[in-house]
């Protein structure tokens, strides 16, 4: 029974499953938008959205806890100077899901996932 598991596992070990989220994140920053399977899209939604509020503070000790949780520098400033001071009047709901129908190949229900 799955009664208050929370995590989505995507079928991968931890480091997997991290790595997979941090490069996730990462192009999502970087594009503003990207296409991926629905339940990567909501796993991912839970991980960048504390990011952005952290980003919101502007301060050393967020830019640290976003170092920890992203790989490049570029990525975080983009992150603290361009998307977080978007969202100062916002108190969460950063992104956005839109389902896109299945893959042709496997059948995989596909969806975007952008910022608001």
Request: no cysteine; proline share 2%; hydrophobic share 40%.
């Given at each position: 029974?799955?009664?208050?598991i929370?995590?989505?596992?995507?079928g991968?070990?931890?480091a997997q499953?991290?790595?997979?989220?941090?490069?996730?994140?990462?192009?999502?920053i970087?594009?503003?938008?990207?296409?991926?399977?629905?339940a990567?899209?909501?796993?991912?939604?839970?991980?960048?959205e504390?990011?952005?509020?952290k980003?919101?503070?502007?301060?050393?000790?967020a830019?640290?806890?976003?170092l920890?949780?992203?790989?490049?520098?570029?990525?975080v400033?983009?992150l603290?100077?361009?998307?977080?001071?978007?969202?100062?009047?916002?108190?969460?709901?950063?992104?956005?899901?839109?389902?896109?129908g299945?893959?042709?190949?496997?059948?995989?229900?596909?969806?975007?996932?952008?910022?608001?």
């Amino acid at each position: 029974m799955r009664h208050k598991i929370k995590k989505a596992t995507l079928g991968r070990e931890k480091a997997q499953r991290e790595a997979l989220m941090r490069n996730l994140a990462e192009s999502l920053i970087l594009n503003g938008s990207i296409r991926t399977t629905k339940a990567k899209a909501r796993a991912l939604r839970s991980f960048v959205e504390p990011l952005v509020t952290k980003a919101k503070k502007n301060d050393l000790t967020a830019k640290r806890n976003l170092l920890k949780a992203l790989y490049t520098k570029e990525v975080v400033n983009k992150l603290l100077k361009e998307i977080a001071p978007n969202y100062k009047e916002r108190n969460g709901g950063y992104t956005r899901i839109t389902k896109l129908g299945a893959r042709a190949n496997d059948a995989a229900e596909m969806a975007k996932i952008e910022f608001v």
